[in-house]
């Protein structure tokens, strides 16, 4: 307190009216994850008593606050010398990237805040890139795509996104257009990105043997500095299985190799090593090293709209669910009810659950404009949808990108 009152050049006594408030300063401090967080702070969430703390202590101290990615340098010129309100609106970090870390700079204090919470810091905004079918490919697509990336993680995107799949899906191309493995564009994305969080939009459960595709996510998590997201679903795409001799077996033991995967998962990311024994699945020594840097796991996220298995799968095993927007918020609020519906079945917490959202936006003259998305975007958020995740079929143009991180992003996070 002494440290944190002589950066702020406050007496010891100012200190004492916010005392309640300090608290967030040991969190920003320790290495407690999300639960042991959620006991200190009892109900409320630490995100609102933070930027509530930042708030006063900014009204009270004579040095600026600055707010940005942990482990980045500060200095008078960049970012910009800002009161924590207005670095919260047009910096963005704070409010929208809910897995941290932060670093808060108080004059040359600096506290590093390992965060993970989804609470209180609105609408937050993902991209999924689809399609590769860009000007002068093949050749175009790595410098392409590295640009799409670097400038989405500038312009405050929550997430970024590659579907899972090995032939081009119906509904967005054609099967021969070019597809590129999802995980080593991940991998290619990490090195060139700093803050977004990364995933697969998402992983069909029959591609890889579980225990392979967990050390894959993991990697993942590693290489990026904690920030992949572990997205699993039944699968569906049967051409490209066949057509590149993937075992395709029917649904219902899809679903059953789905669970048994997620128990896995559970499993490898709780550093127990002991042999899983499942119906489809038998792992002797189910380790883990390195483990994952995301604590206490990179986010599971089961995709998928069926009301018996997938959200009852959801409730049972996931950190996030990932469903189609395109029916409009009132599909969204069905099904989030259903959801709810298993989450008491199963005892879980719907809270718990990071509501995720995929549609796609075509930003334009001649379609949809930036007040167009914030409307959507704000009944989505009414529905319950907590990360709203699009595809732009002009995102190689950037300037979409551009816009939202100018005028949509800073938007919504207030919804």
């Given amino acids: 307190m002494q440290g944190l009152a002589r950066a702020c050049k406050l007496r010891i006594d100012k200190l004492v009216s916010f005392l309640s408030l300090a608290l967030c300063c040991t969190v920003l401090r320790s290495q ?12 409320a969430s630490y995100s609102t008593v933070l930027l509530a703390a930042l708030e006063l202590l900014s009204a009270c101290c004579t040095a600026d606050l600055l707010i940005g990615a942990s482990g980045r340098r500060y200095d008078a010129e960049t970012p910009p010398r800002l009161k924590v309100a207005k670095a919260v609106h047009q910096h963005q970090r704070l409010a929208l990237q809910p897995h941290g870390p932060y670093r808060i700079m108080i004059g ?9 919470t989804t609470e209180g810091i609105g609408l937050r905004i993902g991209l999924q890139i689809p399609r590769f079918t860009w000007p002068d490919a093949p050749g175009s697509i790595g410098p392409k795509l590295a640009e799409i ?7 405050g995107f929550a997430s970024l996104w590659v579907m899972d799949h090995f032939f081009q899906i119906r509904g967005v191309g054609e099967a021969e257009e070019p597809m590129l493995e999802g995980y080593s564009a991940l991998n290619y994305l990490a090195g060139i990105t700093q803050q977004v969080k990364l995933g697969t939009l998402v ?5 890889r043997y579980p225990g392979i595709l967990l050390k894959t996510v993991t990697t993942l998590d590693v290489l990026s500095g904690g920030r992949a997201y572990f997205g699993i679903g039944a699968g569906w795409n049967e051409r490209e ?5 993937v075992p395709f077996p029917p649904t219902a033991e899809r679903f059953e190799r789905l669970e048994e995967t997620l128990q896995i998962a559970h499993q490898m990311w709780s550093g127990e090593i002991k042999p899983y024994r499942g119906k489809h699945y038998h792992l002797e020594e189910v380790m ?24 009852r799968l959801v409730a049972q095993y996931a950190d996030a669910c990932n469903l189609f927007a395109y029916g409009g918020a009132g599909t969204i609020r069905h099904k989030l009810e259903i959801l709810k ?3 008491e079945d199963v005892g879980r917490d719907y809270e718990e659950i990071e509501r995720t959202a995929l549609r796609t936006v075509n930003l334009g003259p001649e379609s949809m404009s930036p007040h167009d998305v914030i409307g ?3 009944d989505l958020s009414e529905a319950g949808v907590q990360h709203l995740i699009f595809n732009m079929p002009n995102v190689h143009k950037i300037s979409p990108l551009e816009t939202f991180g100018r005028e949509i992003i800073p938007a919504v996070a207030a919804l």
Avoid: F
Avoid at 32 to 41: M, N, R
Avoid at 108 to 116: E, N, Q, V, Y
Avoid at 241 to 245: A, N, V, W
């Fill in 32 to 43: 407690w994850c999300q639960s042991d967080v959620k006991t200190a702070l009892a109900a």
């Fill in 108 to 116: 040359k204090l600096g506290i590093d805040s390992p965060l993970w």
């Fill in 149 to 155: 990336g670097k400038t989405a993680d500038e312009a």
């Fill in 203 to 207: 992983t069909g459960v029959h591609y």
């Fill in 241 to 245: 299985s066949k057509g590149l001799g």
């Fill in 288 to 311: 883990n090293n390195p483990p994952a840097v995301s604590r206490p796991r990179p986010p599971i996220m089961v995709g998928g709209m069926g009301e018996k298995k997938t959200l």
């Fill in 341 to 343: 519906r298993h989450c």
């Fill in 376 to 378: 959507m975007c704000s």
